[in-house]
């Protein structure tokens, strides 16, 4: 099946402003390598559906790409950036890594899974929040840190934690 056909079948999930912000990515890259834009191009996917990638997205991308579907759920399952289930409507990813636990990462943790009531991987019974344990973030140097949809928080605090935790909608 070409990509034109799976397109027009299913033009919700893959709409021409989607097409139009990959290929703006695609372009960067040379005529025979399309596949280089495949990071970029499922955060915009994941960005225009619910903050999750489906099997039947990123099989779209692969043949929209050129590449087996296999390198995209590669990609896909490697970065933790990338959903693979429904997620909340916020997302905290709290950094558990050597700089953040010598810092402090598990009372921030704690405190976390008791104000949102869940561990991690799971969102709230609201569908407000999904709390995730991810490797360093590369901002070490505030430790401990957590990344609240895209933005970083560093320094962390049990009170700035609360204010975050307030502040969501
Ligand atoms: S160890 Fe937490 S950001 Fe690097």
């Given amino acids: 099946m070409s990509y034109l ?5 299913k033009e919700d999930l893959f709409n021409a402003d989607i097409r139009h912000q990959i290929d703006r990515w695609v372009l960067k890259f040379p005529a025979d390598q399309a596949q280089s834009a495949v990071i970029p191009a499922l955060h915009i996917l994941q960005d225009n559906h619910d903050g999750w990638l489906s099997k039947d997205l990123m099989d779209k991308l692969a043949i929209y790409l050129g590449m087996p579907s296999i390198s995209v759920y590669e990609v896909a399952t490697f970065y933790t950036m990338y959903e693979l289930e429904p997620v909340g409507k916020n997302k905290i990813s709290v950094c558990t890594n050597i700089s953040c636990m ?24 609201d569908g407000l929040v999904t709390l995730k344990e991810v490797e360093c973030l590369g901002a070490c140097c505030g430790a401990p840190m957590l990344q609240l949809n895209r933005d970083y928080h560093e320094h962390l605090t049990l009170e700035k934690i609360d204010k975050l935790v307030d502040g969501l909608t």
């Fill in 5 to 9: 056909e799976l397109s027009s079948a």
């Fill in 102 to 125: 010598l810092r402090g990462s598990e009372e921030i943790v704690e405190h976390l899974k008791q104000r949102l009531g869940v561990s991690f991987g799971q969102t709230t019974d």
